[in-house]
């Protein structure tokens, strides 16, 4: 008997992951919360959760800041192409790949670095 298998996929700004509190509004820093949580529920019925935490993309809402940032269309094939590929975690474009790149090599001092961001 073939077993059905689902995925859901959750995306979130990658600053939420290094917890930039001050930088994103509450209800998008849960996702990261919700998606670890659901991930776990939900895999004995062989449901997929994906985390997707891509940088700024090239959006209406994000045309006043000024930074880089990938289209929508590479953060939707990336995040594809990650799903074909059954990776949880994704991250796509370069500012994303960098924050994780930092985060898992010196936690501190990306902290350090995000803190002038932070007002105050």
């Keep these: 008997m073939a077993v ?31 998606t670890q949580g659901i991930r776990a529920e939900l895999a004995a019925q062989v449901t997929q959760v994906f985390g997707v935490f891509p940088g700024p993309i090239e959006t209406d809402m994000a045309k006043d800041f000024d930074m880089g940032k990938s289209s929508p269309d590479l953060i939707a094939d990336g995040t594809l192409s990650a799903i074909e590929q059954g990776v949880e975690d994704i991250f796509i474009d370069p500012m994303a790949v960098q924050f994780r790149q930092d985060y898992f090599s010196d936690p501190k001092a990306l902290e350090a670095q ?5 007002p105050g």
């Design 4 to 34: 059905e298998r689902w995925s859901i996929f959750c995306p979130s700004p990658v600053l939420e992951i290094f917890r930039c509190w001050d930088l994103i509004p509450l209800p998008k820093r849960l996702y990261i919360s919700w």
């Design 114 to 118: 995000l803190s002038k961001f932070h």
